[in-house]
């Protein structure tokens, strides 16, 4: 799983198919989500929202929830808010309220 966090780390700025992890993990793509999940404690999707968000949050500090939605990849902010709030308990707008 350690190939697979790189991996994902290093990619963080596109989604990352499920056939092309499990591939490099070389394990089938229901071993790999199995595994991952026991490993990480979090499932393969969550844990790619997960990555964006933590990668996003320095970001945030200095642009608009728009700008860093967009750079971060996601569809618009009212995604990335839901997605902040589901995954941090509080909401993106509260973070850059902080500068």
């Known amino acids: 799983m350690y190939k697979a966090i790189q991996y994902l780390e290093q990619n963080f700025d ?3 198919s ?11 793509e229901t071993r790999f989500l199995h595994l991952f999940k026991e490993k990480t404690n979090f499932n393969f999707r969550r844990y ?4 964006k968000l933590i990668k ?9 929830i728009t700008e860093t939605a967009h750079q971060f990849g996601f569809t618009d902010s009212s995604h990335y808010s839901r997605t902040f709030k589901e995954t941090f308990g509080l909401t993106p707008k509260f973070l850059s309220s902080l500068k």
Request: hydrophobic share 45%.
């Open 56 to 64: 996003s949050l320095p970001y945030l500090k200095e642009h608009s």
């Open 48 to 51: 790619q929202l997960w990555n």
């Open 18 to 28: 499920l056939k092309e992890i499990a591939n490099i993990c070389f394990l089938s």
């Open 14 to 16: 596109r989604i990352v």
